[in-house]
Structures are given as structure tokens and as C-alpha cells.
């Protein structure tokens, strides 16, 4: 994985920040003494030690630099006046300083000034003032000037201005540095190698250098440079003060191909995601750029401003990560960084452009392949002659789910082999963990009209056609020992039992082709795994963590989803509630979908949440079901799921820790999971808390749980705030007055 330094700032200053960026695998921080106090410096470097983050002292080095001034910037018209001080001074339109303030001396008639990149540039034009310290400049190009940014002499004839290469304040960070016991140094404006044995005789062997590339003079003596340096970090933007833009990249390419000969890395800075400093969306050309140095055969990639001041530092990470994973699961990826040539047509054949496992997302499917067994469209004579099968609602959902890539890897209804396995190993024959059956029962009648390798037609119970399936297998089944296996009871009580009872004596196996989404009162919410990937991306997460219920939310359950996000360092939390078939007494999918919107409007902070229908049936399978549901969110794009203290049960059948005690066997879910237990609220203290992780248990707690939800609202009885938000509770008392559904 190609390495992240992460300059941080005053947008990244707390400890929570740096354990974000340590959660989010950062290599390293650093701070920029240019723009750094000493104070700040130490501050950064305790901070990274609790944190547990390698951290890098960036020297300012010998550079000239604008002083500090009285706003945040400042404007500057061509054919204006400036006073350039050598004393520092807070500077203005009419006046400003140059740091050190040695340079205002060694400064003659003619010379140039340009300040930053696209900054401003002046010409001086009188130094008969500069025993008072001070000189003329008359601005030749428009620009803004902003605190502390570098300046370029570009002098009327060739000179020496004799500049230190470490400052004062350099030398007093290199001490702190050292007694911090700090591993790296990155060495501003080095020249030479000459340089580099100054810096080395100063800090022994205590501190690995990286040397950055910044000047004219760094490029001729490059390979000296190299030879001495432990690591290169090639600054594009002060480089660029010196150097055209245009020749900038040849430049890059060419000292990342010299020094991958010398086995020496190499880390990229500048204006990789500038952009995202002020929005929360890199560019095109940003992406094509850190794409291309990572092909190149960069070591590290540097955000600078986009975490040190920025308005979205952890997107601009997320963004960043996404870019790299995506350019290494490229096919042929290090064949195009050899020769910088990638065949189309190769391209093409791997399905590139549909190839979701080739992904941007932060999780691989489940089973590695993500599947997609839809059409766009198809004519009736395709359908038309084809046998059907009429489906009921809850196989309807199993056959979109199958074909939009939710079930990934099935492709169709299982076949008996599969089906033995899942039961006796959660195993598919793939060898992948899978634990429950997703099978087509089928009566008699319909098993005399289709034949294997034949195909038929899936019509829904409005009698459209749905999906075609391709004929593999059709074979009987025992209910009881399906049941037994599944739920470990075979008593009819059970809703899932009851399900297996009522099917009928035939399986069919094959794959789906999906013809029509179902439509429902919710297909609004009804984002398929892709669409739910692609938004997540949109909004620059990565680290996601999915939350499944069948019960409409109390305080406990914002407890969870707030804890997920403090804890879990969760850039986001997809709601995900089932509405699909349920058991008598459930809350019904409209209210629990119609109270989520309620907590997300005016409870739950907008900008981290996705509510989204998981358009599947409740199977009350316990364990089982725990292990489906976590498979089934990574499918969707989620790094972790949510799993609380009686996650998918019924009561008297599991024990209460089950669905939680059975990921500790599974080894290769490829999704982490948030455990919690049962949530009290404590009225003396006026707080909540995870039953079986608080020593303050007291008298007078109170428990929070679905079925005591459902309790006060079948009683037509309001809760207390401190159980569910009043609205929450008030919107369900209100449907129960009107005669609406409100219970299954």
C-alpha cells in the first residue's frame, strides 16, 4: 500500500483527529515549521506519541517568506506601491516584511520578487530608504498575498544570498525533536549533499532524512542528493517557483525512475488535493494526477493544506485511499507502471467498465465477486413462449436481491449440494461462508412443466413477468430437518419454522436474470448495492458501518448509532431497516421507516446517515441470520455492521448473547463487527450506558428494548423521553387513532 503523510494543523488539532487518521491507516503526520510555532511543534509531536503515529518535523529551512499580515489576505494591483521591511511587521497594502530579515539588505534595484506560486510579483524599484530598514516595490503582476507563504529573487544579475540552511527556529525544533525522540526529519531547500552532512553531523544517526526537492540547485545535484538522503519527498510546488509548471511532471517521473534504480523512496507533495480545501470533491485532474504518481512507482503521497486548514480533511483521506486501493486492484497494474501502456481491448475484456470488483469502495464483495443478473430491457417474444412460475412477495425479494448483487455471490436459488452444506457448514461449495438457504419451492404442478436446463418465468403474485431462471436442478426436501438445522426447533411456534412448514415439496435450483424491479410503497428507499457504493463514495466515506432492525428506534438505539460513529471513528452509518415480511406483532415497515425520517430530520446529525430499505424478509434465525445480515451490508458497501445483545431473535429460542458468541467462529467474513450490549438508562445520573460493560449499575436503572417499545404503544400509552423521542412515540399513538397500521 502506497504510503499516506498527513500534515496536520489547526483543522486537525485534536486527539481525536490523529486516532481518526491512525484508524484510517496514516503512515505518518507532520507539521511545517513554515507555518508551525515551536509551541505548536510540541504540542503535535506528544500528541502523535499517545496517538501511536510515526511523526515527521518539517523544517522551513533556508527560504525567504512574506511576514505575518492584518488579515487573512491581501490584494495587490499591478501599478501599486509597496514598502518591503526587514523587521517584522504586521503587513498591509502599503507595507509588509520579508523574512529573515537579512534579505532586505542583500536585495539591489531591478530585482524580482515573486511570492508563491500564482502569487504576486513586484519589482524593487528605490533602496534609498533601506538604513530605516525598509525599500520600494511596485507590483508588476496582480495577485494576493497571503501570511507566510515563500518567496523566489529572480535577481537583475546571478548572486549568492548566502542563506542558512536551517534557521533558528529550525535548530531549536531539531533539540525538541531529538528529546521527543522523533524518527523522521524532512529537510527543506536542500541543495547539496553538502547540506545533508551538515544536518546529519547535527542529529547522528537518531533521525532518517527526507530530503526534499524544492530548488534549481536540489535537481543539478541530485544524485549526491540521493546518495545521502534516506528517504526524497519532491515538493512541486515550491520546485515550480523555479522551474516552469509545464516541465514539473517529466521532472517527477524522472527522479521517481532514478531513485527506484538507487532503491530509494520517494514521497510526492503539493497540490494533490487543493482542490478539497474548500471542497468536499476532488477534481478530475487531481485524480488523474495522484493516479499517475502512484503508476510512476511513488512510496508516499503528502496532503499538505487539504489536512492542515482545509474544510474537509478525513474526506480528502477517505479520497485519497479510495484512489490508491482503486489503481491496485487495476488487472495488469504493475505491467502499466513498467511500461505506462495498458491495452483497451485487455481493458475492455476484463469488463472494466462494469466490474464492481475492480472496486472504489472500501470492502470487497462478499466472496470476492460482485453480481449483477439484471437487463436493462428485453421484448416480449423473448418471455412469451417460456413456462412460469408465479412467485409469492417474500421469493419476489429473494430474486432482486439475488440479481442486484446483494446476495453476491449467489446467482440463482441454490441446488441440493448447496443447500446440505449451508446446513451442516454455513458453507457454500465454494468454500465461502454462507449460512442460510435461499431456495425456490416449488408444487407438483409447476415441477412437471419446466426441465432442467430448460428455462422458465418468475411472475410475481400480480401476475408480471419478474426474472428468468435457467433450469439447474429440482429436487425434494425434509421440512423438519430443514427447520431443525436452521433454527434448532422444529416447533411451529417458531415464525421461521413456521415458514418452512408452509413451503411446498419441490426446490428448483438455478441463476436469475432479472426483467422488473418489484415496485412498492417503498421502492423509494429501496437503493440497490451498487447505487448505495456509489452514493457512499459520492459522499466520501469509507469507513461505514451498517445498522439492521425490524423495530421502530428508541434512545437506546441512538445511543448505538452515535457510539458507532464516536467510537468507531465512522465517517458514516447506513440505517437499513427490514421491510420485508415480519411476525405477527412487529412494528410495520411504514412506521419504522416513517420514525427513522423523524430521527434523521431532527435528532441525528444529517450529514452521517443513509436511510435505505433492506428489501429482504425477517428470517428469525438467530446466529445464522446475524452472520446473513453483516454478509448481506458488506455486499452493500458497509466496512463494519452493528450486532446488539439479541440481534435477529426470538425470544425463548436463542440465548441472548448468541448472535454475537457465533462471529468469533467465522473467520473470513471480511466485515468487522460493532458488538453492544443491552442499553440502561440511568435516571440518577441522567445518562445511558452497555449493561454488561458499567460497574455503576444502580438501583432505579431502566431497561431500553424493542419489545418495551411496542408494549407502551399497544397499550396506547406514551413513553417516557428518556425511552423514545416523543414525536417518535406520538406520530405511532396518532397512526393507531386513525386506524392505520402501526403493528404487524
Not at 520546485?239 to 509545464?246: A, D, F, H, V, Y
Not at 441440493?416 to 454455513?426: A, G, N, P, S, T
Request: charged share 25%; with cysteine.
Amino acid at each position: 500500500m502506497i504510503k499516506l503523510l498527513v500534515t496536520v494543523g489547526p483543522s486537525t488539532s485534536e486527539e481525536r483527529d490523529l486516532r481518526i487518521m491512525k484508524d484510517k491507516e496514516v503512515d505518518f503526520v507532520r507539521v511545517n515549521m513554515s507555518h508551525s510555532s515551536l509551541k505548536e511543534l510540541s504540542y503535535f509531536q506528544k500528541l502523535s506519541k499517545k496517538v501511536g503515529i510515526p511523526f515527521v518535523v518539517d523544517t522551513e529551512g533556508s527560504q525567504i517568506r512574506i511576514g505575518e499580515l492584518k488579515s487573512e489576505f491581501i490584494y495587490l494591483k499591478e501599478g501599486e506601491f509597496v514598502e518591503l521591511h526587514g523587521n517584522p511587521i504586521i503587513g498591509s497594502k502599503a507595507a509588509f516584511s520579508l523574512q529573515p530579515k537579512e534579505i532586505i539588505r542583500r536585495l539591489e534595484l531591478g530585482d524580482l520578487i515573486h511570492v508563491d506560486f500564482d502569487g504576486v510579483i513586484l519589482r524593487v524599484i528605490d533602496t534609498l530608504n533601506l538604513a530605516q530598514g525598509y525599500l520600494l516595490a511596485v507590483v508588476i503582476a496582480s495577485g494576493y498575498l497571503f501570511p507566510r507563504k515563500a518567496v523566489v529573487i529572480d535577481p537583475v544579475k546571478p548572486r549568492n544570498f548566502n542563506l542558512p540552511i536551517l534557521s533558528s527556529k529550525d535548530l531549536e525544533a531539531i533539540k525538541m525533536s531529538l528529546r521527543e525522540k522523533i524518527d523522521y526529519i524532512a529537510f527543506s531547500y536542500v541543495h547539496s549533499g553538502s547540506d545533508i552532512d551538515t544536518l546529519r553531523n547535527l542529529i547522528g544517526n537518531k533521525m532518517k532524512i527526507i530530503s526534499k526537492i524544492e530548488s534549481y540547485d536540489a535537481l543539478i545535484n541530485l544524485d549526491e542528493i540521493i546518495e545521502k538522503s534516506d528517504y526524497l519527498l519532491i515538493d512541486r510546488g515550491d520546485l515550480s517557483k523555479e522551474i516552469p509548471p509545464e516541465r514539473i511532471p517529466f521532472i517527477q517521473m524522472s527522479i521517481l525512475g532514478k531513485c527506484k534504480a538507487k532503491k530509494k523512496n520517494v514521497f510526492v507533495a503539493t497540490n494533490l488535493l487543493e482542490s478539497m480545501v474548500k471542497n468536499s470533491k476532488p477534481t478530475r485532474a487531481e485524480i488523474q494526477d495522484i493516479t499517475s504518481a502512484i503508476l510512476d512507482g511513488v512510496y508516499g503521497l503528502t496532503l499538505s493544506a487539504e489536512t492542515a486548514i482545509g474544510e474537509h480533511p478525513i474526506r480528502c483521506i477517505n479520497t485519497m485511499r479510495r484512489v490508491i486501493k482503486h489503481v491496485e486492484t487495476v488487472p495488469q497494474v504493475k505491467e502499466i507502471s513498467n511500461s505506462r501502456n495498458l491495452d483497451y481491448e485487455y481493458l475492455l475484456s476484463t469488463d472494466y467498465l462494469n466490474n464492481y470488483n475492480i472496486t472504489s469502495s472500501s470492502v470487497n464483495p462478499h466472496g470476492g465477486r460482485f453480481v449483477d443478473r439484471t437487463v436493462p430491457s428485453y421484448d416480449d417474444s423473448e418471455i412469451n413462449h417460456l413456462p412460469s412460475i408465479q412467485i409469492d412477495k417474500d421469493t419476489e425479494m429473494d430474486v432482486v436481491q439475488i440479481a442486484t448483487g446483494a446476495f453476491s455471490p449467489l446467482e440463482g436459488f441454490m441446488n441440493e449440494d448447496d443447500l446440505h452444506l449451508v446446513l451442516d457448514k454455513m458453507k457454500l461449495s465454494s468454500g465461502c461462508t454462507w449460512p442460510l438457504p435461499i431456495v425456490l419451492d416449488i408444487d407438483k404442478k409447476d415441477a412437471d412443466k419446466i426441465s432442467v436446463d430448460g428455462e422458465c418465468l418468475l411472475i410475481d403474485y400480480r401476475n408480471h413477468p419478474l426474472a428468468t431462471l435457467r433450469v439447474e436442478q429440482i429436487y425434494d426436501h425434509d421440512k423438519k430437518v430443514l427447520a431443525r438445522k436452521i433454527y434448532g426447533t422444529e416447533d411451529p411456534q417458531h415464525p421461521g419454522v413456521a415458514r418452512i412448514i408452509s413451503k411446498k415439496p419441490f426446490l428448483v435450483a438455478g441463476k436469475v436474470t432479472l426483467l422488473n424491479r418489484r415496485v412498492s410503497e417503498m421502492s423509494q428507499y429501496e437503493l440497490t448495492p451498487l447505487q448505495l457504493r456509489k452514493l457512499f463514495i459520492e459522499k466520501g466515506w469509507e469507513k461505514i458501518a451498517g445498522f439492521h432492525t425490524r423495530n421502530v428506534p428508541h434512545r437506546g438505539h441512538e445511543y448505538i448509532l452515535l457510539k458507532s460513529i464516536e467510537d468507531q471513528f465512522c465517517d458514516g452509518i447506513l440505517l437499513h431497516p427490514v421491510i420485508g415480511s415480519k411476525k405477527k406483532g412487529d412494528f410495520s415497515s411504514k412506521c419504522i421507516v416513517k420514525s427513522y425520517e423523524m430521527l434523521m430530520k431532527n435528532y441525528l446529525p444529517k450529514d452521517r446517515f443513509v436511510l435505505s430499505a433492506f428489501n429482504t424478509y425477517s428470517h428469525y434465525a438467530g446466529p445464522r441470520e446475524a452472520i446473513f445480515t453483516a454478509m448481506c451490508r458488506k455486499n452493500y458497501g458497509c466496512t463494519h455492521f452493528i450486532v446488539g445483545r439479541d440481534h435477529t431473535g426470538v425470544s425463548g429460542y436463542y440465548g441472548s448473547k448468541d448472535s454475537q458468541k457465533v462471529f468469533h467462529k467465522i473467520k473470513d467474513l471480511g466485515i468487522e463487527i460493532i458488538f453492544f450490549d443491552e442499553i440502561i438508562y440511568s435516571r440518577e445520573r441522567k445518562t445511558y450506558f452497555e449493561f454488561g460493560l458499567s460497574d455503576n449499575k444502580a438501583i432505579g436503572d431502566k431497561q431500553i428494548s424493542g419489545s418495551g417499545f411496542r408494549e407502551f404503544i399497544s397499550r396506547s400509552e406514551l413513553p417516557p423521553s428518556w425511552f423514545a423521542r416523543e414525536d417518535v412515540s406520538n406520530m405511532l399513538l396518532d397512526s393507531i387513532s386513525n386506524g392505520e397500521e402501526v403493528f404487524v
